[in-house]
């Protein structure tokens, strides 16, 4: 010790903060890095803000910029700045106490749980006199606490301090950090600048910096690497560091002379000085994507919370599952510092496929993950992210119609899941695009939907299936084609649930066409004609075909409920028909959640104006017990469940079929005979 330095203790709580990072494993020791290299920014900030505010600073001429460099034979690690610098003064208030914004958000989360709200704002630059927690009783509870959590998880600890500076304890036996304060007249004995130093324990000292120190101005922190943090020592575990921490913050970062950030953070940038190229490459940078993002969505934000986000809609459909996707969210970011990677509060799984950045002035660098979560910060910002994209698709569909429905097709199986989110349910449905019976292949939105409806229609008409194929042949829609009337195709299981728990679109509601009863749609004329070319039945045959549907019954016996006369259909023999409520494929999935894999048994239709349904009255006329007449009513049945969505066992249908092309070819060969 020299013979002006003074020797100073460390406040009670720091003294307790120093032991737990200096004597417990902390498997992240890397932020420390993270936390110098913020303070060497925020010290570069202050003084660029003191000068553009005309104040009169040392060596104007000096370079904005922070240094690393590595001294593998001294095993110390050296990173200098030319910001703002400390007094001597600023020294022990800065670097003997922990920082305010620290020890308070401790005191919530550590004190009363229940008053655990987390803190918003840093207040990392007001320190001011009588900041230390100074209630006796306070202070042994948090060393209580303290004591509690480094006996079960040191990392929980270091989450919830705002350790900042100390943080370099985890790696580093001593500690000189040397300043020169860039205010001209901040020295009080006309000293040059300062050298603090410690070894982490309980004190530290305080001297004048030699006559012949080269700091001009600014700080230089001296870490003198423990035995077992020598991998801080290599560079490129440094440059990954930086890279992956500290990549954009606003000043140059020299380690051992090569710049390593250099992608700007573009996200702070005001949008009309960024070229395309820019945001491509940001692109390229965020999501490991060579191709460029479909859309760029940047927003520039001050109430109710300050933050700016960079958002990209990728230009190609993710392949994951909703639910098995393991990394979506936006990258937090807190004054240009990376604070999580794919923070999911950020967005809501619906717009999952958006990838991004936030960056916010308004949470404390220190956060921990666990405060994260309940932040309210972070809630309205991710509101305010979540109205600012619908309002972006919005006006694409308005002004860019094929671009929307790109858009759509790309990430629309995820976007619509957000009819679940009450708070933007309307604006959702209008979003929504589908095809229809009467535009397969063009995409309509149910305001396209609502403009062409018939007059007197007042419900938005629907089928489900698993193809646009299986949509067209549906028995049900035989009608609607009749009259009409244009028939939505729900080709995802999503979409009917999306429809039915919206119940409405305007004035319409929405309606599976299985559920059309035929008064409802009576009032509506054919505009196809309808009439097949076969004559009216006798009466005869008309009472032997009622006789006939009994006798299928019997035969389908339990698998089905009732076998009836269908007024619905024209095209088709037979159709499936649920007696009330729900539809096909809300029962398939209802049965899914159940793991029911059987055909549900179901109300058997049969179109008596059908020349296959003539057919089997005449077989049935014939011999009212034959076999054939048997295989013909299964056969029947099996062709019908199909289209309605089931199949029970292929192998006996495929089986019934063969028998009757048999019988079939054996008939056609007599006859040629005959
Ligand atoms: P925080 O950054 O949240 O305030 P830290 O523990 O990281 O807490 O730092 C404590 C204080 O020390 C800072 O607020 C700042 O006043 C001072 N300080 C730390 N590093 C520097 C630096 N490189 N230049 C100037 N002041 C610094
Ligand atoms: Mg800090």
Redesign the pocket.
Known sequence: MSSKSTKHSFKAETHKVLNILTHSLYTNREIFLR?LLS??S??LDKFRFLQSKGDQMIHPELNSEIRITIDKDANCITIS?T????SMQ?MQD??GTI?K?GSEQFLKDMGADKASAPKEKAE??DKAEGDEVTDAFVEDEIIEKADDAVASDASQIIGRF?????SVFMVASKVEVL?VSSLQNAQSDNAKGYKWESTGDSDYTIEPLAEDSELLRG?IIRAHLKADAKEFLEEYRLENIIRSHSNFLPFPIYLNDKLINTTPALWREPKFSIKPEQYDEFYTFLSDDKDKPFDVIHLAVDAPVQFNALMFIPNKTEDHFLEQRDSWGLDLYVRRVLIEKDRQELLPNYLAFVKGVVDTEDLP?NISRETLQENLVLRKISQTIIRQIMSHLERMAKSDKEKYNKFWKMHGKYFKFAFNDYAFRDRVATLMRFVSSTSAEELLSLDDYVARVKSAQKDIWYVSASSKEAARLNPHLERFKRKGIEVLYLLEPVDEIALESMTTYKEFTFKNIEQATSESLNEFTDVEENKPDLPEMTSEDSELFTEMLASMKEILNERVTEVRKSDRLSGSPACMASAEGMSSSMEKLMRSFQKDEGVPKKILEINQDHALVRSLVNIYKDDKTSSFFAEMTNSLFENTVLLDGYLSDPYIMAERALKIMEKAGEWYVDLRNK
């Open positions: 936390e303070n060497a925020d010290a700045d910001g703002i610098g400390m600023e800065n670097l920082a914004s990392s630059d705002g350790i900042g500076f100390y300043s700080t660098l």
